[in-house]
C-alpha cells in the first residue's frame, strides 16, 4: 500500500521518505547505552519517555561511513513487531503529501543498498526514495561495492 504522507529523513546525503503512519515520535538523538555484543548497527538503547528503545544507527545498517559529529542527528521511532525502534538519521524534514500515481518503480542505476529497502522512488527536486522500515529491519543488508 502506498503511503498518503511521509516524513523526510536524510541519510548519507541521500533522501528517503518514510510512512507516517509508522512513525511513532521525532526527536534530537539522546543518550545511547551500548549494548554487549550486538551487532554493530545497534547503536545501543535510550529511554524515551519510561520506555526502553533500541536505537539504529542507519549509516552502519546501510555501510555508510560514521558521522564525524553525532550530536546533531535525529531519531525517527518507529514500531516494528511490536517493539519500539530508533532509526538514527542525519536530519529530519517535512511531512508531505503523496500522491501515489506520483510513485515511479526504482531506476536500474539506483545505488543497492537503497534497492533493498526502496518502495519505490519519488522525483521531487531531488530522488527521494520511499524506504520499507520492514525491509531495513528485515534485510541482511548488502553493502554496496
Known sequence: MIPAKLVTVVLGGQLLGIDVAQVQDVIRLG?????????????????????????????????????????????????????PYGLIVDDVGDVIDVDPEQIEPNPPTLDRRWQQVSEGILKLDVLMVLASVRAIMDADLAVAA
Do not use: H, K, Y
Open 31 to 83: 543518550a545511547v547505552s551500548p549494548v554487549p555484543l550486538a551487532p554493530r548497527w545497534i547503536a545501543g538503547v535510550m529511554n524515551l519517555r519510561g520506555r526502553i528503545v533500541t536505537a539504529i544507527d542507519l549509516r552502519a545498517r546501510f555501510g555508510l561511513s560514521p558521522r564525524q559529529d553525532r550530536a546533531g542527528s535525529m531519531c525517527v521511532v518507529v514500531e516494528f513487531q511490536g517493539e
